[in-house]
């Protein structure tokens, strides 16, 4: 395997997860934690203070940063796994020539809402940086179940499929199987609307809607999905994908229907009756599809696809809708 350095910018449960993929896969990192008591505490104790609790750390293959301009001097794989919402608080102060010969691995699952764009399309616009540099890293999988080291599989996507599958070798362990394609701005959108959807999943589950009604609406949710990620590409490149694949079918429905899936959680929480803020505050986590509703919307009207799931979702979410009103409505609209 080539020599690089490895840098992590995010310190939540998934980015402490790929933490320790890579460490357990004989690399040291450079990772970036905002608090210096964070990294004293880990230090001291190998853990992370605040998520994935149990999972322990060989800290003697770790530098820790509490600042990201240190982290990305310093790396020549950064990979970005910060909620969405607070990606350009945590690049504040970066600049383009920072990034000059870098490649960037996204393990971000949103859009950003302030400017309803992807990650790519931000480092794009604020840093000139190349998309043939950039890189996601999707599921489906768990943070949780990563950390107890059940059998996951990540996909690795890029236009350079050699650079792309160089990457994904740093993240080879006995507990997780790398897959590749070349679909880097399909799986960004397919893990956005994931979360939407896994949201509405929760919603049923809390007005007591059975398994036999929602396994009828994820196949739809999977469904819309599909004539969402066409719309975003040619349609020789829509041939080409394999939208049954786990990037795309298997982690909708790892994120539908897991006990681990805060989306659903927190979907669960609004259909039992919970308002958005009291459902953010009981959480105190942030749940992607949330501003991705939002996003989709604010997206799809210049390309007017009928996305009913989404719709619904998004007016019970930023509408105050009803959700067992909106849910009836649904109801009419399954196949």
């Not at 059998?151 to 890029?158: E, P, V």
């Not at 507990?175 to 397919?190: F, M």
Request: net charge negative.
């Amino acid at each position: 395997m080539e020599s690089k350095k490895i840098g992590i910018i995010g310190s939540g449960s998934w980015a402490t997860a790929i933490a320790k993929i890579v460490t357990d896969n004989h690399n040291t990192i450079n990772w970036w934690l905002r608090q210096a008591a964070n990294i004293d505490y880990f230090t001291k104790r190998h853990h992370n203070p605040h998520y994935l609790r149990n999972t322990y750390f060989d800290v003697s293959k770790i530098n820790f940063f509490s600042e990201v301009n240190q982290v990305i001097e310093q790396s020549d794989i950064i990979i970005i796994a910060v909620p969405s919402i607070h990606i350009e608080a945590s690049l504040a102060g970066v600049n383009a020539a920072m990034l000059q010969g870098k490649q960037i691995v996204s393990a971000v699952k949103g859009v950003m809402p302030k400017h309803n764009i992807l990650l790519h399309e931000y480092l794009l616009q604020e840093f000139k940086f190349p998309l043939e540099q950039y890189f996601t890293l999707l599921g489906p999988s768990h943070a949780e179940e990563v950390a107890a080291e059940q059998l996951s599989y990540l996909t690795f996507s890029g236009l350079d499929l050699k650079a792309t599958e160089a990457i994904a070798k740093f993240f080879e362990t006995e507990y997780i199987n790398t897959r590749i394609n070349n679909d880097v701005i399909g799986v960004q959108y397919a893990g956005v609307a994931k979360n939407i959807y896994a949201l509405g999943a929760g919603i049923a589950h809390g007005l007591e809607y059975g398994d036999n009604f929602l396994s009828v609406f994820i196949a739809n949710a999977a469904n819309e999905m599909q004539q969402l990620l066409k719309s975003i590409m040619t349609q020789e490149k829509a041939h080409q994908v394999n939208y049954d694949s786990s990037v795309y079918l298997g982690d909708l429905l790892v994120t539908c229907y897991s006990l681990h899936s805060r989306n659903r959680t927190f979907g669960n929480m609004i259909g039992k009756g919970y308002s958005v803020r009291a459902a953010e505050l009981e959480l105190n986590m942030v749940a992607e599809g949330y501003n991705a509703s939002k996003c989709i919307m604010a997206i799809n009207k210049s390309k007017q696809l009928p996305l009913p799931i989404i719709t619904a979702i998004y007016e019970i979410l930023w509408e105050g809708r009803d959700p067992a009103t909106a849910f009836k409505q649904i109801e009419k609209i399954l196949v």
